[in-house]
């Protein structure tokens, strides 16, 4: 079992930015793969970024450079930098892992609130 632990989301302006970080535990040694997926209101679930453990990363199209997804091996982090925020990233940002960067994740986070409103 691999359990996950995010922080970081909070309200800020359009235009800011915000990092999230997600903590794994458990036997997050096993895992290849940390990521983060978002769910907006009414809105399905969808992949914002992944990263391997050899550092290989996957952003969603919508992401367009305003994302940079890192790891933190040695300390089973993820982070999330969030630049140039749109009231449209509102949303729950859940932290995933797995083994696969292309596949479904195997774990799940609670998720952390991110809105962005003036």
């Known amino acids: 079992q691999v359990q996950l632990v995010e922080s970081g989301g909070c309200l800020v302006q359009p235009g800011g930015s915000l990092r999230l970080s997600c903590d794994a535990s458990g036997s997050a040694r096993r895992i290849n793969v940390m990521g983060w997926h978002r769910q907006a209101p009414g809105k399905q679930r969808e992949l914002v970024a992944a990263?391997?453990?050899?550092?290989?990363?996957r952003y969603a199209s919508f992401v367009k450079g305003r994302f940079t997804i890192s790891r933190d091996n040695a300390e089973n982090t993820v982070y999330l930098q969030l630049n140039s925020l749109k009231p449209e990233d509102t949303a729950v940002y859940l932290c995933?892992?797995?083994?696969?960067?292309?596949?479904?994740?195997?774990?799940w986070g609670r998720g952390t609130q991110v809105t962005v409103s003036s």
């Open positions: 995933t892992s797995g083994m696969s960067l292309w596949g479904a994740p195997d774990y």
């Open positions: 990263i391997a453990r050899d550092g290989t990363k």
